[in-house]
């Protein structure tokens, strides 16, 4: 744990959430045969991978909904997120649950399409390197951090950035505009 000194009370508080909210256990996950993390806190369930109901105008990373209990649940692929091509759907790819929080400090349940599940591993605050600057494939605000585990590292999502559907839903209304300005 880390002392915190500040002297304003609602800063104070945000760090208090903040590190509440920082997990130590981490769901690993395959994808395009890397190994990504994602806090245990906002990861909700891992169904079977079935199909999806593709919806008309949505962004190339999200691949359709399920139905989850009565609920209609977008499902991301991360994968077309980070701008890189879909893996093949085999008898490991699975969908993983995930509760993220939106800007405006409400709960929205998304489905995350991953080619496997590995396992949940304990990783120390002390062995979580900061993003890099530079290198990676995928924008940095989506890594919450590099997680050293035997001797390797693992991805650490930020699920609030990566799953993001308000910033989704502005490239989904992106092509539309565009569409709309070239018409006028």
Do not use: W
Not at 16 to 37: C, K, W
């Amino acid at each position: 744990m880390t002392a915190l000194t500040t002297t304003n009370p609602s800063q104070a508080a945000s760090h208090a959430a903040l590190g509440s909210q920082d997990p130590t256990q981490y769901l690993t996950f395959m994808l395009a045969g890397e190994v990504f993390a994602l806090g245990i806190l906002a990861v909700k369930e891992i169904i079977e991978y079935h199909s999806l109901t593709v919806v008309p105008m949505m962004p190339d990373c999200v691949r359709g909904v399920i139905n989850l209990r009565g609920a209609v649940v977008p499902v991301m692929d991360l994968l077309a997120r980070f701008g890189r091509p879909s893996s093949d759907v085999t008898k490991r790819t699975c969908i993983v649950i995930v509760e993220v929080q939106t800007a405006d400090q409400e709960s929205q349940v998304i489905g995350v399409i991953v080619d496997a599940v590995n396992e949940v591993l304990d990783i120390a605050a002390s062995d979580i390197e900061p993003a890099p600057a530079f290198g990676a494939r995928i924008r940095t605000d989506f890594i919450h951090g590099m997680g050293k585990v035997k001797g390797k590292f693992v991805i650490l999502l930020n699920a609030d950035h990566v799953l993001s559907m308000d910033e989704i839903s502005q490239l989904a209304q992106a092509p539309a505009q565009t569409g709309a300005l070239a018409l006028n």
